[in-house]
């Protein structure tokens, strides 16, 4: 039993290091790489590692006898969930969904330290010292909490809450005018006359017209022609990209633009603006697939001045898909929604 939990202790030291080194930006967040697709499961599997590690230095310590109050234990491992979550996390997640997780963290933690009655006693122990005051310095400390919270409360909401004169610098442009060209992955791409190598008939030609033909009906109702079904895996040429390009969707941009691709996923209400609705007429139906391509490459990151104030939080996609795959998310974003791309003509 010793013996594990030395090697758990070990682990935790190395993780916190490790985490310390990513804070002072001496360690890459991306050192050990969170995969696309399986970034959820990973963070849980790290953290679980993290509570096992910390479970093991604790019980260290307290052999040793150094062991931590269990108020500042619970403290300790939520401000190590914001941290990690800060600085561990790459590409890096928006403030609000970090919010929403710390928020998910510190209920976690009030469940671990009142899931008996002596871990609770202990950790709220610190709390009641305080409000009694029995001591010269918890007296001191209490006057200092009924002084400083209120003016912190105070201070954020009256900052949250104050009227703002000044005016935005530009008004904000949903699509803002594409460049002329585009460099992904090494390769420049002219908007005007690049066109998605995947709008292909059963010849492998490119034909946009037959690809049109095979978008029947838009949204839930759609109709969907007797030899038009993407999912079937016998699918060919257009229709086998269409499929590709499906699965790419579901692996990395459903969580945000949702099943039904109308802005509505999982994550969506955490971000302001809300993601894009493909399935209102107003968007990619009005757009050309090269400035989608160049949108979903360079992400909110590569907006001009006139994207902003409220810029996207889309990441550059291309960071993390190759070219081909970016393409055939378009191809199946444009069949599932039942638009056609703008033509220059």
Known sequence: ??????????VGVIGLLLLVGMIFDVVPSNTVRLVEGYMPMQMITELAIFVGSFAGLSYMLSAMGMGIPRFWQGIAFWAFILLYLKFRVYPPIPFSVRAMYGTVSLVAVF?????????????KQPIMNVMDAQTGMNKLLRYAYLILLP?????????????????????????????????VHGKTYVLQTSQNPYR???????????????????????????????????????LKYVREGGEIFFQNCHFCHGDNLN????????????PANFTDPGTIAQLQETFIFWRVSKGGIG???????????MPP??????????????????WHTGYYPRTWD
Do not use: C
């Open 1 to 10: 039993m010793k013996a594990l939990m030395s090697v758990g202790a070990l």
């Open 111 to 123: 469940m671990w330290m009142s899931s008996n009655e002596e871990d609770w006693k202990k950790f």
């Open 151 to 183: 003016i912190l409360i105070g201070g954020f909401s009256y900052n949250a809450m104050v009227p703002k004169s000044e005016e935005p610098i530009e008004l904000r442009t949903v699509h803002p005018a594409p460049p002329a060209s585009t460099k």
């Open 200 to 238: 292909v008939n059963p010849e492998g030609k490119y034909d946009q017209e037959y690809t049109n033909a095979n978008i029947v009906e838009q949204g839930m109702g759609r109709l969907m022609k007797p030899n038009a079904n993407p999912w079937d895996q016998n699918a060919q040429g257009y």
């Open 263 to 274: 802005g509505r996923g999982l994550h969506a209400f955490a971000f302001n603006p809300i």
């Open 303 to 313: 907006l001009p001045n006139e994207g902003f104030p409220w810029a996207s939080v």
């Open 317 to 334: 996609w291309e960071q993390h898909l190759t070219v081909d795959e970016i393409w055939k998310v378009i191809l199946f974003e444009y």
